[in-house]
Structures are given as C-alpha cells and as structure tokens.
C-alpha cells in the first residue's frame, strides 16, 4: 500500500481555503496541511476558495474531489466541515476506494439543529471511517444530536515557529498600553461589542479588532478603539506580537485558535467558558470569563492585563498543542482508516 507505514496519500476537502480575493477565509486550515507535507505525506487540497457564490459551488466542489481523487489515487481522503464538505469527501473515498475521514470544526455541527442538515450529517458520519472533532465541548454538541458518534479529540494545533512572539516585521500599535488585541469576524456571536464596552469601563490602553464583518460599524469610532479590518493570515503574528491581551470572550468558541495563537507568542488570554478553551487555557495563561456578564468581562479584562507578558507559562500550555505533533495525530488516524479498509 505504497509504503503506507511511513506515509499517506491524503486527498483533503474543504469548503474553506485561502486565496488571493479571501487571505483569511479559511487559513486555520493551512499550517496543518503545511505540516503534513514537511512530514512527509502526499497531500492534495480542493477547495472553495472564496466566500458567497451560488448553493452549485458545492456540487462543483463535488465534482472536482472526485476527479481528483480518480487521478491522485489517495490512500485517505480527509473533509474538513461535516457537510457539505463532507459529503463532497465521501463522493471522492467512493471514487477512490478509499476511507473518508472527516473533521467537525463548529458551525457544521450547529447546523445539525435543522433536520435536514441533520439527516445529511448522519449520512456522511455513517460512512465515514473516522470522525475528528477539535474539542471534546465540540464532540458533546455532535453527539446531542448524533448520539452514537464517537470523536477523536485533534486540533489543528498552533505553528509554534510562526508565533514565537517575534515576527520578522513589527506593526504599528495604534494607541497606548495595555494593547488589547481582538482577532475574528465581528458578529454578536463573537461578542465584540460587549468586549469594547468593557474596554470602554477599563478606562485605559487601547483595543484593536482585526477582523470584519456585519457589527464593525458599531465598533468604529470608540475613544481609543481601531479597527483593523481582515489581514492575511501570515500577518496575525505581528499584531498578536504587539499586543499585551488577546481577547476571545466569546458567546461560544468550538475550538478558540486565536487564543491558542497568542499563548504561543506568549501572550495572556481573555477567552470564554463556552467551547473549547477550558480544555488548553490554564489559570496561568489566561482568564476564562462566562458569556453575558459585563461585569465578568471587565474583571477578566483586569486579570489578564496583570498577568506576565510576555507569558512563558502560556507559551508552555500551548506547545502541548503544536501543529506538528498534531498533524502526526490526524496522520495516525489517516493511516490506520486506510490499513484497517476491507480489501
């Protein structure tokens, strides 16, 4: 099986990857990908590679892994998103006779409140030789609705490397300390707007959101406040380098690789309950604040600026989940879907 003990073929596919027109949209996959590649294994990516377009995108999304899949011949074919990717994945293991593997990240398995995208779900999972979810909050949500799914507990981990705390170019920090940084889409779920009224009580340093989307009109224009808007993903290090606090207290957080990211730069957390940073922040590191107390928030924001920065024991905590002992971990599943499929 092509010295399979060693190396896998990996066919990935995803409906989020970066490009020219959206840097952002999807990188948190990449670094993994990268990784899986320095390691050794064959690794060939389809994907959607832009934000919006037509419903049909996923059936051309469909389309194409299979045709990939009949030319690259993988031994495993990996679908980041339950569905639709996943279902696009599937189609491509058919292809190939190859085991599907796929990975829950948060929204897919949100979505599973609506029957029908449930139904879809359950389909996909059924067939699949493994399921990977990047925290065990997240594999709780999943088997609230599928309950005999059993995940393996992978993130995408953190390039250690990269977000060293001292990136090959400095940004220039837009107000005084404590620097407060934000980095995400600005939606209600993120709890953005709670997080600079909370700043607003602080009454010192400033914030800086990178990120966009539906509430940056109502984060614009705050004493002490910028908005940076969305930036390529190999710039993330230089502003979460410069910053003192990286803040994620949001409503809920499948995962939370932006507090991952800056524990790696050895920067302290604020990051929320609800989700999967509970699992990797220790006291240490960070403050874990419940959503929808303002005055939690504000307290958090307190704590957290007193803690050490930069912070070795952040720094610490976080290479527990360096990207490439977890690229090992996805390759580990990958290998022993593909040894253990009927001949």
């Known amino acids: 099986?092509?010295?399979?003990?060693?190396?896998?073929?990996?066919?990935?596919?995803?409906?989020?990857?970066?490009?020219?027109?959206?840097?952002?949209?999807?990188?948190?996959?990449?670094?993994?990908?990268?990784?899986?590649r320095e390691q050794g294994h064959e690794v060939e990516v389809v994907a959607i590679d832009r934000r919006g377009g037509s419903p049909l995108k996923h059936g051309r999304l469909t389309l194409q892994a299979v045709r990939a899949a009949r030319r690259f011949r993988p031994d495993a074919v990996l679908a980041h998103m339950l569905f639709p990717a996943g279902f696009a994945g599937l189609a491509a293991a058919r292809a190939a006779r190859a085991p599907l593997v796929v990975m829950a990240h948060g929204q897919d398995v949100a979505n599973c409140e609506r029957p029908a995208l449930r139904a879809a779900t359950r389909f996909v999972v059924s067939r699949a030789a493994a399921v990977v979810a990047n925290s065990r909050w997240l594999e709780r949500r999943l088997q609230r609705h599928l309950p005999d799914v059993t995940a393996e507990i992978i993130d995408l981990g953190v390039d250690m490397a990269r977000f060293d705390g001292a990136p090959e170019r400095a940004v220039e920090w837009p107000g005084p300390r404590p620097r407060l940084l934000c980095v995400g889409s600005l939606l209600p779920r993120k709890n953005v707007v709670p997080l600079a009224d909370a700043f607003a009580r602080l009454g010192a340093g400033s914030l800086v959101f990178v990120g966009d989307g539906p509430q940056r009109a109502e984060l614009e224009g705050r004493p002490g406040v910028t908005v940076v808007g969305r930036v390529p993903h190999d710039e993330v290090p230089a502003w979460v380098a410069a910053c003192d606090v990286l803040c994620q207290p949001s409503e809920q957080e499948p995962f939370g690789l932006a507090a991952l990211e800056a524990m790696a730069a050895g920067r302290s957390v604020v990051a929320t309950t609800e989700g999967g940073p509970p699992e990797f922040v220790p006291p240490e590191a960070g403050v874990l604040v419940k959503p929808g107390d303002p005055d939690a928030l504000l307290d958090a924001l307190r704590r957290a600026i007193a803690l050490p920065s930069p912070n070795p024991a952040a720094r610490a905590a976080a290479a527990e989940h360096d990207v490439r002992r977890q690229a090992r971990r996805m390759a580990e599943v990958l290998r022993r879907a593909a040894e253990e499929r009927p001949a």
Do not use: H
Request: glycine fraction near 6%; proline fraction near 8%.
């Open 1 to 36: 099986m092509r010295g399979l003990q060693a190396q896998v073929r990996i066919l990935i596919v995803t409906q989020m990857w970066p490009s020219a027109a959206d840097p952002d949209f999807g990188a948190f996959l990449v670094p993994q990908v990268e990784a899986l």
